[in-house]
């Protein structure tokens, strides 16, 4: 079945979102491609030559991937046309949404007014584009689904796939909403040079999306790196937001010190060493789609050069940066102790929350799930 057929917006929705799809023209292409090719790759030393299995070091990446991915880049071996038309197969759509926010103090260049009690109301407004699988059963869930950084939406193509080839739009039992979180990739937002963007902000645009598809009586949240913090925040100040499911719990040192002392499995033991090198240098960007990875099931090339040619095509590498301003982007502990939560532990994951963890700080905790690895299967079709 055509995955157009998932594209019907459900008759309860509040606003129309514009139907979209992605069209990069080919000078913009050719571009792209004529800048890889004129970049100049540093001469072999001991620093770009010397790494580890995974083509990388403390250092960054090898010589040798760079001059591989150049190859493939400009060689037509990759081809941005053709990844553009496989994700065009996905129904898009471009919403425009209007939020309102309380703070004690407003941002310098905000439009806020005083609400006449010390506070502040402040409004935004975003252009935002998802993707989505829509159904036409009465029961279906909603879910929505965020992604992280230097990651998109365009990594759950794998999710809505699976999806399409197991329901028909009369059987899905969810509505499945993938958008680009605010500022990353195609989503926009009015007055982005006026202030920073919170994840306060960031979750109101997507509750003020999940509200205006109709589903402003509850979803479900899921979410990894950004996506996971936005879910947090969602979760705690949104009551739209009935049940949260997350891969990646950042912890604070609130959380740190109730937990001293619980017990650990020895594999926990090994993710939690992980964490506290990444913690300590692994935070910078270059080479982060092979170190955060499962490096057991490298990403494919290809994925990584179309990551890397949505964000430059979307010119958002300086906008997607906005959740590293971590004085304005503080998370809420604990961010819910009453709604449903459920957590999947991966080995390779850039940070550990222990199942003893989890039971102690959240007493809803529904469900834990350590995964041994994604499947294979699931990494290889992010890109085929």
Aim: net charge negative; proline share 6%.
């Amino acid at each position: 079945m055509s995955l157009c057929a998932f594209g019907t917006v459900p008759p309860g929705a509040l606003a129309t979102p514009v139907p979209f799809r992605l069209s990069v023209s080919v000078a913009q292409q050719e571009k792209l491609v004529k800048l890889v090719r004129q970049a100049e790759i540093a001469v072999p030393s001991y620093y770009n030559t010397h790494t580890d299995a995974s083509n990388t070091s403390s250092l960054g990446l090898s010589r040798d991937w760079l001059v591989d991915a150049q190859d493939a880049w400009t060689s037509g071996e990759y081809s941005w046309a053709a990844e553009q038309k496989r994700l065009n197969r996905f129904p898009q759509f471009r919403i425009n949404i209007t939020t309102s926010t309380t703070t004690t103090a407003s941002n310098p260049g905000s439009d806020s007014s005083s609400n006449g009690d010390g506070a502040d109301s402040e409004s935004e407004t975003f252009d935002l584009h998802f993707a989505a699988l829509f159904s036409r059963n009465a029961s279906a869930t909603p879910v929505v689904l965020m992604h992280g950084w230097p990651g998109s939406w365009i990594e759950f193509g794998p999710v809505l796939d699976r999806l399409a080839a197991r329901y028909t739009p009369d059987t899905l039992p969810y509505h499945v909403v993938v958008p680009s979180l605010p500022d990353y990739g195609l989503s926009t937002r009015r007055g982005e040079l006026q202030r920073a963007l919170t994840m306060e902000g960031a979750a109101g645009a997507i509750d003020g999306l999940m509200g205006a598809l109709g589903f402003g009586a509850g979803y479900v949240a899921q979410g990894g790196d950004v996506g996971a913090i936005v879910g947090q925040v969602l979760c705690a100040k949104f009551e739209a937001c009935k049940a949260l499911h997350l891969n990646l719990y950042f912890m604070s040192a609130d959380d740190a010190a109730a937990v001293a002392g619980l017990p650990v499995t020895p594999a926990e033991q090994v993710q939690l060493g992980r964490a506290a090198i990444w913690g300590s240098v692994g935070t910078a960007m270059g080479e982060k789609f092979i170190e955060w990875s499962d490096n057991r099931f490298p990403l494919p090339l290809n994925t990584i050069l179309s990551l890397t040619s949505f964000y430059w095509f979307t010119n958002s590498f300086g906008r997607g940066l906005w959740a590293y301003s971590f004085a304005v982007n503080r998370i809420p502990v604990p961010f819910s102790l009453t709604k449903p939560f459920g957590y999947s532990s991966y080995p390779i994951e850039v940070s550990a929350f222990p199942r003893a963890w989890a039971e102690h700080l959240y007493p809803n905790l529904v469900l834990y799930k350590t995964h041994d690895k994604a499947s294979r299967s699931q990494r290889d079709e992010v890109f085929t």
